[in-house]
């Protein structure tokens, strides 16, 4: 498989995480229910998916990028960097609001899931993103030889058991947080 289609099956699985953290913020909002530990879950499985998949793609296909001239300080390759940054950043304030000492208040409960609102709505926007400049680079700027390199690089560096654990763990969360029917932003 070379790296865009291994991107690609990546971005699948982190939507269909986001599908599921959709619906959890749905319940979320919801009073009478400690929701803490449950997010505390979620999030653990989403930093794991983002550390993953941002090895494969700053270790690998951005590296590529950047031997081709791309800059890591300017430009599309740039922004995408620094969305991996801002993701990141609102994936700690819900690991913090999942530590949290107490129950939420009914506005920290607000609070929380507007993050998680934020934090799905950057993440589709950077998934796209990606799919538009990222995967559309290689392709047009690598031959199929550089990818498949690539798509091997990727795999040597991969952790098959691992992979199919995170699909498993995607697979559960969607059985408990089946997604909502209707368009997504």
């Avoid at 291994?6 to 009478?32: K, S």
């Amino acid at each position: 498989m070379d790296a865009v289609n291994r991107m690609l099956a990546g971005h699948q699985l982190i939507g269909l995480a986001l599908d599921a953290l959709e619906t959890f913020v749905a319940w979320l909002v919801l009073p009478g229910h400690d929701r803490r530990r449950e997010l505390d879950r979620i999030v653990a499985l989403l930093e794991r998916l983002a550390e993953v998949y941002q090895r494969d793609e700053e270790g690998v296909l951005a590296r590529e990028l950047i031997a081709r001239g791309y800059s890591t300080t300017r430009g599309e390759l740039a922004q995408l960097l620094d969305q991996h940054a801002d993701c990141s950043a609102r994936l700690v304030l819900l690991r913090r609001a999942a530590g949290a000492a107490r129950a939420w208040t009914p506005a920290e409960r607000l609070r929380v899931a507007a993050t998680a609102c934020d934090y799905v709505e950057g993440m589709r926007r950077h998934l796209a993103a990606e799919d538009g400049f990222l995967l559309t680079a290689v392709r047009d700027r690598l031959g199929p030889e550089v990818r498949q390199r690539m798509g091997r690089d990727i795999a040597a560096r991969a952790d098959d058991d691992e992979q199919e654990a995170l699909t498993q763990r995607v697979e559960a969360l969607l059985r408990r947080y089946p997604p909502v029917a209707g368009p997504k932003a």
